[in-house]
């Protein structure tokens, strides 16, 4: 029985880490999608019967259906999202805190909604959503209820009080890539 070598030398862990790092944005975050097994996106379709559906693609490029959320769970879902993104806000670049991101951004609008002529809207980036609740969310008529109620959550979250007196009826959200 022979056994049979490999020529290529081996690989250091570290020279393989540098190499992922200097890897181009997109194709780094297609790496981890890879890895997380995550979805690469979404396709809106139609059936026969004329009842949409979203085929999801997950990172081995097998599309599945998935059945549509209900608009509560769409809600749901969306204002834990809200809730749960965080970001770092830096300081010259050297140190930086974390934030809530979208606690932040409503705590700076919470004074303006209720008077600033146009109404400033409440930005929702698309990028802090996961794949299936982006496509949920992209098709849906009109997702202005859905992202009303949830990003009405955090409002009232900081002063409920506030949120149902004067910003509850002025709140415009908007998705924003």
Known sequence: MT????????IDRH??????LELPENDFLDLVDIRLNRPKGFRQLTNI??????EIIDANDKPSIVERLAESALVDELAFQLKTTKSIVS???RCGIVVHKYYDRALALRKWI??????????INLSDLNTRLAAELWCLKDPQYVLKEAVGRIFE???ERQYHQSIARKLRVELVK
């Open 3 to 10: 056994s049979t070598t490999s020529s290529a030398p081996p």
């Open 15 to 20: 020279d393989l880490i540098d190499a992922i």
């Open 49 to 54: 019967l004329g009842e949409e559906y979203i």
């Open 91 to 93: 300081h010259k670049g």
């Open 114 to 123: 209720p008077i600033a002529k146009p109404v400033p809207k409440f930005k």
């Open 157 to 159: 979250n900081i002063d």
